[in-house]
């Protein structure tokens, strides 16, 4: 994945370039809004990651000016700003996701991961598939190894998203903000009490595991057998 | 620049000025309209009662000729009053009458005439104004009949000069009545000035003075205080924040530094560091969320953010919030039991209103458990209900823990503020100043009862309807919700 980092700190650059080399992907930098711009402008990048607060443009102008010109490579803002109503604003402004500093890089790489796959064509098939668990978005069943599961709407929705983003990290802000749309965080780990209901539902009496927990980062869904 | 022209320059000073200008203006059109009105009428009605009496006259000499009109003039000089008469020859020798020396302008006139004439008075002669007409009788005879109007030439003076002495008078009473009320208002706005000035220095507990009379200048000083008091309440918040930042942030800042510090002086150890190094970063994950909803609670109180704000069912957040929960509920052996069933249409922003309901849920299942020691025989259980009562929304939740007294409930409001009792459970103090937080912003509050046994907390939000939010109206239905699709 080729990414472009937009970011004045010298240092969080250099961090988020080599973090993202050492997850495999390419990254460049540019170090204000207006060289942000044309490297964007010029080269196809996969995602960009934009810092809110930029000299001489800043990161919404940045985006703006892209979206105007119909280049729609997925944006995630970089922000100190982190209420509710600075969120919605980047993402009038164009941008595709939010996140808010300080933040773990394991958040940062797993959602530019979900944004890049945004583009990919499975976003709108009707059919997830993952080993032999499939999930119709169509007639809302869930079988596995042809077995129908009853889900409860909100587990399905849970399921549908994790299986949307198979065999990548999915984390707990992610699911909350996608699945129950809240963008506030609760004292208590929630999301981790309904994971485990679903993998009662979908791992239990089967020998291979599919929803497996990533260590300080969240939870991802894929076949381990192959 | 002198007291005097900080006077003149007064808003009260120039407005009394412009006052008393058009007043004087309108007064004196009226007073000299109805002056001219009246010489007018005057005028009209002698002219007219002298032509009577003229032509009554020549009637008397058609009949009687020249020595009954003699008879009868001189009859007529006699009656006292001031009527004047005239029956003279064509030299002008004087026949009847009382009008002796006549101008050669009288003489010769054609119509009605003013003209001065002389009579005596005491010690002297008096020179008088008198109006006549002539009539010319055959033979170069003249009759004139007239009437002395000195009297109405006084009356007139007097109007004038009373006129001019009431403009005097007008101008007076207005620039000082002008002066006195300026010079009121200047001290009281010199007053609230000076006050300002004292409370801008600093004194930020001053007010302004409030006379009590209940006029403009109250009302103003009144509105001033109101937001004086915001001001100073916001201060406080934000001194209560930095101390707040000072005590509850640097303590667990400082546990961190001492933990690495710790690992950097102990020999090396590959496993020991890692734990050190993943506990810190548990520690500057715990610290965020403390600072992010500091942050929060403070935006909030400041007036902030909110912005979002937009028509929605409260009953299907506080469902939505109490399915969330419902996993964790069941696991920690609590029953939570949800009512809110009922749409409650209110005008709010989803994400902070999720936001409280989560906070009270949170704590309800982490504080609301009936404790081992202190067990009160009821079993665990946490109740969420969306209620409407009078027009405002209820956000009630309830457990059946061992509640909070009676003295503590103001207090646990407060930031940072966790009873001993609760100290097991993690938690940073700050989630019901933030619940109160988000009631205050969405014009509502936030009170805590007894739930006989447990605690009870309500969060009224008032039902705003179709009432103007933000500036923003509500949309109106659509027709298209009625129509079948």
Redesign the interface.
């Known amino acids: 994945m080729r990414v472009l980092v937009i970011e004045d700190d010298q240092e969080t650059a250099a961090f988020l370039k080599r973090a993202l080399k050492e997850s495999g992907h390419v990254a460049e930098y540019a170090a204000d809004g207006q060289a942000g711009l044309d490297l964007a402008r010029t080269n196809a990048y996969d995602v960009l990651i934009v810092d809110r607060m930029l000299p001489k443009c800043d990161g919404l102008g940045v985006i703006k000016a892209l979206r105007t010109e119909e280049i729609r490579t997925p944006a995630l803002i970089l922000s100190a700003l ?4 600075d969120r ?1 604003k980047g993402l009038r402004a164009g941008g595709d996701d939010y996140l ?1 500093k ?1 933040y ?1 890089f394991s958040e940062l790489l797993a959602r530019i991961e979900a944004l890049a796959r945004r583009t990919s064509p499975e976003e709108g098939s009707t059919r997830f598939v993952v080993g032999d668990l499939v999930l119709d978005r169509l007639s809302h069943k869930v079988t596995r190894a042809g077995e129908a599961i009853m889900l409860q709407p ?1 587990e399905f929705r849970l399921l549908e998203y994790l299986m949307k983003h198979a065999g990548q990290v999915v984390t707990r802000t992610m699911l909350l903000e996608n699945v ?9 780990n ?1 999301i981790d ?2 994971i ?2 679903l993998r009662s539902k979908i791992d239990k009496n089967f020998a291979n595991p599919l929803l497996h927990t990533v260590r300080g980062a969240g939870y991802t869904i894929r076949d381990s057998a192959h | 620049m002198t007291a005097l022209t900080k006077l003149f320059r007064t808003t009260t000073f120039r407005l009394s000025l412009t006052y008393l200008a058009l007043f004087s203006a309108a007064a004196i059109v009226a007073i000299f309209y109805i002056y001219w009105n009246t010489t007018v009428l005057l005028s009209r009605q002698l002219n007219q009662t002298i032509d009577a009496e003229l032509k009554g006259l020549a009637e008397q000499y058609r009949g009687g000729g020249l020595d009954q009109l003699v008879r009868i003039v001189a009859e007529r000089s006699q009656t006292p009053g001031n009527s004047l008469y005239l029956v003279a020859d064509k030299e002008g020798t004087q026949l009847a009458g009382n009008l002796s020396a006549v101008s050669p302008q009288l003489w010769d006139s054609l119509g009605p005439v003013e003209f001065v004439y002389s009579r005596p008075a005491p010690g002297g002669v008096e020179r008088r104004l008198a109006f006549a007409n002539v009539f010319r009788l055959p033979g170069g005879y003249r009759l004139i009949v007239g009437r002395d109007i000195e009297d109405r030439r006084e009356l007139s003076r007097l109007i004038r000069t009373t006129m001019l002495w009431g403009l005097g008078v007008m101008a007076i009473v207005g620039i000082g009545g002008g002066y006195w009320v300026s010079r009121r208002l200047l001290a009281r706005i010199d007053n609230l000035s000076a006050t300002t000035r004292t409370i801008m220095e600093g004194d930020l507990a001053g007010r302004l003075p409030v006379s009590g009379s209940g006029d403009e200048l109250d009302r103003l000083a009144q509105s001033l205080n109101l937001m004086l008091a915001r001001i100073e309440q916001l201060m406080a918040g934000l001194r209560e924040v930095s101390d707040n930042i000072a005590h509850d942030l640097k303590t667990p800042l400082n546990r961190l530094r001492n933990r690495v510090e710790e690992a950097l002086r102990e020999p090396y150890d590959e496993a020991a560091n890692r734990e050190t190094l993943e506990r810190t970063i548990e520690e500057a994950d715990g610290l965020i969320k403390t600072f992010n909803a500091l942050l929060s609670i403070a935006r909030l109180e400041a007036g902030a953010g909110g912005e979002n704000r937009e028509k929605l069912d409260l009953a299907a957040l506080v469902s939505d919030v109490a399915e969330l929960y419902e996993p964790v509920a069941e696991e920690r052996g609590i029953a939570l039991k949800a009512e809110a069933s009922t749409p409650i249409v209110i005008h709010g922003d989803r994400q902070l209103l999720g936001q409280a309901i989560t906070n009270l849920i949170d704590n309800a299942l982490k504080y609301g458990a009936p404790t081992a020691e202190g067990g009160n025989g009821w079993a665990p259980e946490v109740g969420v209900r969306a209620e409407t009562h009078d027009g405002v929304a209820e956000i009630i939740v309830t457990d059946r823990g061992p509640g909070v007294p009676a003295a503590e409930r103001e207090r646990v409001l407060a930031r940072f503020v966790r009873l001993e009792a609760s100290r097991s459970e993690p938690g940073s103090g700050l989630g019901l100043s933030l619940v109160a937080a988000v009631a205050r912003l969405h014009g509502g509050s936030l009170r805590l009862e007894d739930n006989e046994p447990g605690l009870r907390v309500v969060l009224t939000l008032p039902m705003e309807g179709d009432v103007l939010v933000n500036g923003t109206v509500p949309e109106p239905p659509t027709g298209a919700e009625l129509r079948p699709t």
């Open positions: 982190g209420e509710v109503d919605v808010t300080p773990a909100r129950w749309d809240y963008h506030f965080d609760p004292q208590t929630v009490v309904h485990s209901r």
